[in-house]
């Protein structure tokens, strides 16, 4: 097998001599170039592999060294550097074309996962152009507010890039459409997109579903799968509830994130994938960090760029649209329905709603009207197992009819399922427990 040529840009001669000491020790062939002509000049005429460069050289601009090699060589994967990291910059990189935007120093560990990743399909194949930004989000965001205006702007950038995004936002907000259409609008669009929430599965079968297992690995292992990371090679793996993943398994996950590693359960032979991460959680993983529940190492590797979700509560513009879109499409599903239209009156009250479900409460809230309608109209007492009374209300006086915080955590436990349509899965994630709790409290009450 050839050996992969480096060219090192860099205008810090000892940072450049030191990565490329670094890389030639792993056995790459290394070129440094300390200015950008020379490093443009080394790409014109030398067979580069990939590229990496500092996000600005002396003499240039920012970017423009990499919008200049992507110009002579628009698939040879740049990897940029940067003293100073930053989001923005970060989503600026990306829509330069670089495949992955990184701090300095560089950890060599990362470094090296990520050149194995973007050498590992030279030229990349034959792949479809990305989709444009209207047909990214046709049918999928509904983006009258301008918060979800900028959201798919950012989505359309983070799209054409190869990098591992988290995305961020409470439950029902819409995370996995987010995946979805960066998975749509990249490179990797024609090849599977794989969708796993970590925290439905239980822990013991996680690992087997996501890494896979070999024949008699374990008790009713009579036959060998290959895995949910095996399924998505070539295209998108999205992680789901990426906090709430067993800390035993992340160490695993880490290894697919820097070199594209896999092990099944039992087996004694490493696999290799190509495949695009997007993690999503509505938790704060920095809590989970420092709480022992997450490695930190892990949220630094899935954290490279970050897109929140928005709930519904900051984005009310988007409404109106969403429930004419999900009026339509429960009218397409229940035939048998009078429901046709809601009025004013009764669009009202969700424009007031509190939405703690976000959008797929809203979804659930349309679909329940619509099967158990008997008028054309959709009319405000429609919407009364909403319960829109200020939170308060819900809750007795302490001095008329006190109560113990045994049956208050009851009410409010009816008061969620019943806004949840009796889902025990969106109540748990509502309540911010685990659905195990959620079934321990319902016992409880009998």
């Keep these: 097998m050839d050996m992969i040529r480096v060219l090192i840009a860099d205008d810090n001669a000892q940072s450049a001599l030191l990565l490329g000491g670094s890389l030639t020790h792993e056995r790459y062939l290394c070129e440094v170039a300390p200015s950008g002509d020379k490093a443009l000049d080394v790409v014109r005429h030398l067979a580069c592999d990939i590229v990496i460069c500092d996000v600005r050289m002396a003499g240039m601009s920012e970017f423009e060294l990499l919008d200049q090699i992507k110009n002579l060589q628009p698939r040879l994967p740049v990897i940029v550097g940067s003293d100073k990291t930053s989001i923005l910059e970060a989503i600026e990189a990306v829509r330069h074309g670089a495949f992955q935007y990184l701090e300095k120093p560089f950890n060599n560990t990362d470094l090296l996962g990520l050149i194995v990743q973007a050498t590992a399909n030279p ?52 995370k996995e459409r987010v995946a979805r259409a960066i998975h749509a609008g990249s490179p990797r669009a024609s090849q599977p997109f794989i969708a796993v929430n970590t925290s439905a599965i239980p822990e013991r079968l996680l690992e087997s579903e996501v890494f896979g297992h070999v024949r008699g690995s374990f008790t009713g292992a009579t036959q060998a799968r290959r895995g949910l990371l095996l399924e998505a090679h070539g295209g998108t793996l999205l992680l789901d509830e990426i906090g709430d993943m067993p800390i035993a398994l992340q160490p695993k996950l880490l290894r ?18 190509d495949i695009r991460v997007i993690a999503a959680t509505h938790r704060n993983l920095s809590v989970l960090v420092h709480e022992g529940r997450f490695r930190e190492d892990l ?5 490279v760029i970050p897109l929140v979700v928005p709930p519904l509560r900051d984005r009310r513009e988007d409404i109106l649209p969403l429930v004419q879109q999900f009026l339509q499409e429960a009218r397409a599903r229940t035939v048998t329905s009078p429901v046709e239209s809601i009025s004013d009156e009764a669009m009202n009250v969700l424009n007031q709603g509190a939405w703690p479900g976000n959008v797929r409460e809203l979804e659930n809230a349309i679909e329940r009207v619509v099967v158990l309608g008997r008028e054309a109209t959709i009319v405000p007492r429609d919407f009364a197992f909403l319960n829109t009374n200020p939170p308060g209300e819900m809750w007795p006086s302490v001095e008329d009819s006190p109560v113990t915080l045994k049956e208050m955590n009851q009410r409010y436990l009816d008061r969620v399922l019943a806004r949840t349509s009796g889902d025990k899965v969106r109540a748990a994630s509502i309540l911010d427990i685990n659905l195990s709790t959620l079934y321990r409290w319902e016992r409880a009450k009998r």
Excluded: C, W
Excluded at 299 to 303: E, Q, S
């Design 123 to 174: 030229g990349g194949g034959s792949t479809p152009p990305p989709r444009s930004l209207p047909d990214l989000v046709k049918g999928e965001l509904v983006q009258a507010s301008a918060l979800m205006r900028e959201l798919v702007e950012s989505i359309a950038l983070v799209a054409r890039s190869h990098a591992t995004v988290l995305i961020l936002g409470e439950s029902g907000t819409g």
């Design 256 to 273: 697919v994130l820097q070199f594209g590693e896999i092990r099944p359960v039992g087996g004694d032979r490493i696999g290799h994938v």
């Design 299 to 303: 949220r630094y590797r899935l954290n």
